[in-house]
């Protein structure tokens, strides 16, 4: 599996215990079994080795914070630097002609792209397992994972599939919505967008050309402070006909809220 992992932010939503020299995905916050504290990027990289031993990961990330990814992951990881901080459609055209490039990934070789800081557990990453095998089958330009909700939220864009299965094509997205409306959509059968995707790299390479005119990874690079500062949902998924989604019924805490940090710290 190649892993695309989105490690960005500015620090705001929990300072003052993150902020811009020290994000909160570098904090050691989370205890292991073996009573040891880990940040949340290590403990992502380590669920993700536990179920897949020899998958790629790559980080994408901005300048000022790929010396603290290395030191705190050491070699075992590739780390895509951004020239400054755009979104992330510019995020995420990088990392994949970075490995497309770069790295000599195959165009029809899968990419699955996820953030860096929710708290998940084992059965999260079996499902980006599932996710990569769907996208490698091509039924879909883009395949997403799509998480059931615990409560009408209004923090988060919904996915709404076309049918009640495990795997389904989408109908519509929808953003960020009132709690009243989100009900409504949980009640279709919405699920949360946790802005997790899956695509072979030759897709996204030619959607890349379509948008910016760009075909290689030097290309991008040399003119990435001119590209618009626009969310992949908005630039790619949202005006894709071709979306299926997967299905997630486990635990899925995204941590940017005091509240949500507290409920995943049993200390």
């Known amino acids: ?16 215990l993150s902020n811009e020299i ?6 050691k916050l989370f205890q292991t079994e073996k009573g040891i504290h880990e940040s949340m990027v290590q403990r992502m990289f ?32 590739d780390i895509c630097v951004e020239p400054c901080r755009r979104d992330t459609f510019p995020a995420i055209a990088l990392a994949t002609l970075y ?17 860096v800081d929710p708290f998940v557990n084992r059965d999260y990453f079996e499902s980006l397992l599932e996710l990569d095998r769907l996208a490698a089958q091509g039924k879909a330009k883009l395949s997403l994972l799509g998480m059931k909700p615990t409560y009408p939220s209004a923090k988060y ?28 959509y949980i009640a279709q059968g919405g699920l949360w967008n946790g802005g997790i995707f899956a695509f072979q790299i030759g897709y996204l390479c030619k959607k890349i050309e379509e948008i910016t005119g760009l075909t290689n990874y030097k290309e991008i690079w040399d003119a ?23 299905r997630f019924l486990g635990d899925w805490k995204d941590l940017g809220t005091w509240n949500t940090l507290t409920e995943a710290m049993p200390e």
């Open 1 to 16: 599996m190649n892993l695309v992992l989105l490690s960005g932010g500015s620090g705001k939503r929990l300072w003052p």
């Open 22 to 27: 020290r994000s909160k995905q570098f904090i």
């Open 46 to 77: 380590r669920q993700i080795k536990e179920v897949d031993q020899e998958a790629h990961i790559t980080v994408a990330t901005s300048k000022t914070q790929a010396s603290a990814i290395q030191n705190q992951l050491g070699e075992g990881v």
């Open 99 to 115: 490995l497309r490039d770069v790295q000599g990934k195959g165009e029809e070789e899968v990419v699955v792209v996820c953030p």
């Open 157 to 184: 864009g919904y996915i709404l599939p076309v049918e009640n299965a495990e795997v389904s094509a989408v109908k519509e997205f929808k953003e960020k919505p009132t709690e009243q409306v989100a009900a409504q």
């Open 224 to 246: 990435y402070e001119t590209l618009d500062k626009i969310s992949f949902d908005y630039q790619v998924v949202e005006k894709e006909d071709s979306v299926q989604v997967l």
